[in-house]
């Protein structure tokens, strides 16, 4: 509690008033707020763990979307907060970087260890939609559930939140994390309960449109472009209902994603994107927002962004720290790993040990931070205010 306080406070002292981002703007923001603040002044451990009624181990089915650095992440920091807890023992520390972890080399890690008396992962039970197919997920996971061989699907992402709803289900308890609009997904029926008896998801909406709002005051754009694959992913709503109450433009592009991981398909789809890229940069904006999971390897991104550059267009990132490491110039993030960890953790706790998913609150906002590039910022002649510099989490000046 104490920690999470002052990052909070040294974050309000350290931003000008007009940040919008770090003063709470709506009663959502501020329920949120409230919400992760009793949560760390409740918190202790008040849900050990527990073996199944039967005194066997709880089997988590784990559903991701492909090799993605930020969903990763999550992963990583949940791990770790479940070995803190105790639900996971682990001699020693994850040999993972939080910054570059593949999700299901993680969850293999996992499945060839004794954890101990409470939770076990297997590799048949761990799915990447766009690598192993939809229809072959489908059919395996069902297959599982049927068995009673599943005791909690764990989903990492819009998709597979979307996906674990198509599977003939009404016992197995879901829970949804790192999704930006669940109830626009229609995952959930509401943002503070999901309206579903066997369904949790991790709500922190309202923070995009102050994301937004962010980066407008910060660096005036007319017109903004973003790519997308799905609104709710991206986004969208919120980013148009900031673009309305502020009267700039977003040029938007819907593309297909990657839905199949061969050299070929993957090729095809950077050289699309390149395209929309030079095709977004004809439509006259002056400012592109990198949506989440369009550029999805990391190695890519300095080459990709490139075109922005050239035409003096500055790159905006709505996830995904590495982004502006790679050469975006700023991120102030919409989610934190490590600090929704402990709360992810718990609700984990409190579906394994009982409760009832719908019935948990999902609403929990983290203090975001700032990274900026440096480099870029010279590069787009764009002086960096002494604010900002003080407020920055981190500085990359490469």
């Given at each position: 509690m104490k920690k999470w306080t002052v990052v909070f406070l040294c974050l309000l002292m350290l931003f000008p008033a007009g940040v919008y981002l770090f003063a709470a703007r709506t009663s959502g923001d501020e329920e949120g707020m409230r919400g992760a603040e009793e949560f760390f002044k409740a918190r202790e451990n008040t849900n050990p763990p527990a073996a199944r009624s039967d005194g066997g181990k709880h089997r988590i089915a784990y559903v991701d979307i492909d090799p993605?650095?930020?969903?990763g992440e999550m992963l990583y920091y949940l791990i770790r907060e479940l070995?803190?807890?105790?639900?996971?023992r682990l001699d020693g520390e994850l040999p993972f970087d939080p910054d570059n972890t593949d999700a299901r080399e993680l969850i293999g890690y996992l499945a060839d260890r004794d954890l101990g008396d409470y939770v076990e992962f297997s590799r048949e039970a761990c799915y990447y939609l766009a690598v192993d197919g939809e229809e072959a997920s489908r059919e395996s996971l069902q297959g599982l559930l049927d068995g009673g061989e599943v005791d909690l699907i764990f989903c990492n992402g819009t998709w597979p939140g979307t996906f674990a709803?198509?599977?003939e289900n009404e016992d197995v308890p879901v829970m949804?994390?790192?999704c930006v609009d669940p109830v626009g997904a229609g995952i959930s029926l509401s943002d503070q309960y999901s309206g579903r008896k066997n369904v949790w998801c991790h709500v922190n909406y309202s923070v995009y449109s102050n994301q937004i709002q962010f980066y407008y005051d910060n660096y005036p754009f007319t017109n903004i472009g973003m790519i997308y694959y799905d609104e709710n992913v991206a986004a969208m709503?919120?980013?148009?209902?900031a673009a309305r109450e502020n009267g700039f433009v977003i040029t938007e592009k819907k593309i297909e994603t990657l839905t199949d991981a061969s050299p070929e398909s993957t090729q095809r789809y950077y050289e699309?994107?390149?395209?929309?890229?030079?095709?977004?940069?004809?439509?006259g904006i002056d400012g592109f927002?990198?949506?989440?999971?369009?550029?999805?390897d990391e190695s890519r991104?300095?080459?990709?962004?490139?075109?922005?550059?050239?035409?003096?267009?500055?790159?905006?990132?709505q996830n995904g720290e590495y982004y502006v490491e790679n050469g975006a110039l700023m991120v102030v993030t919409a989610s934190d790993a490590r600090e929704q960890a402990p709360f992810v953790a718990d609700v984990f706790a409190r579906i394994l040990n009982g409760e009832k998913p719908g019935q948990i609150n999902q609403i929990f906002i983290t203090p975001p931070y700032l990274s900026i590039n440096l480099a870029v910022a010279d590069r787009l002649h764009y002086k960096v205010g002494e604010e900002l510099i003080l407020s920055a989490e981190k500085l990359y000046t490469k």
């Open positions: 993605y650095p930020a969903s070995m803190s807890t105790g639900w996971i709803m198509t599977l949804v994390y790192f709503r919120a980013y148009r209902q699309m994107l390149a395209q929309v890229f030079e095709e977004l940069c004809g439509d927002m990198l949506n989440t999971d369009i550029i999805k991104i300095r080459g990709m962004l490139e075109v922005f550059y050239e035409r003096g267009i500055p790159v905006f990132v």
